[in-house]
């Protein structure tokens, strides 16, 4: 089933994870805390309400400030669009715009990524290395809750807590490149 199959046909609990790990995955460009998003999780794991702990995040991620660069940017609109409802009306628009940059985020931060990238989706050969990772992992999660419930957050916890690593190694990356360049070109 496609990426966007599994978005049409899933419940309120998986768009809500769907989106979350989105956001979650992309945290390293925000600077924030690994843990900052767990509340928003156990939410969805008990199912309590998560309008408290999203304004939270919001505000320890500093949300509504200006983003340095256009990833970041797109991090930021996922966290700023985040329904403090959690209805499936509300969460399929904001899940599926959560997919959409997240591929975005990773396809800029891909150094294997060229303009072939942009033509990139969940059946296309040609996506690069991160963003065919990313696609994976975004198919995972919602397979993950469509076939275990309110069981498969944790194992969905862990595809992101992994590709938030593989992200934070190319952030980290790539700022050591812009730092040696900056470096070089002083010089």
Do not use: F, Y
């Amino acid at each position: 089933m496609s990426l966007v199959e599994l978005i049409a046909q899933a419940d309120e609990r998986a768009l809500a994870a769907g989106g979350l790990a989105c956001l979650d995955r992309c945290l390293p460009l925000l600077g924030g805390d690994d843990e900052v998003l767990r509340p928003l999780w156990a939410s969805l794991a008990d199912g309590s309400g998560w309008a408290g702990e999203l304004a939270r995040a919001r505000d320890l991620l500093g949300a509504g400030r200006p983003a340095g660069d256009e990833a970041a940017l797109l991090v930021h609109r996922m966290l700023e669009s985040a329904p403090a409802e959690r209805t499936a009306g509300a969460l399929r628009p904001w899940a599926d715009a959560c997919s959409v940059a997240s591929l975005g985020v990773h396809r800029l931060l891909d150094p294997a990524a060229g303009d072939d990238a942009l033509r990139a989706d969940a059946g296309d050969a040609g996506a690069s290395p991160l963003v065919a990772a990313e696609l994976r992992r975004q198919a995972m999660v919602l397979e993950l809750l469509a076939d275990h419930g309110a069981q498969g957050l944790r194992r969905a916890l862990e595809v992101t807590v992994e590709g938030r690593r593989v992200l934070r190694a190319v952030v980290s990356r790539r700022a050591r490149n812009t730092a040696e360049a900056g470096a070089r070109a002083g010089l």
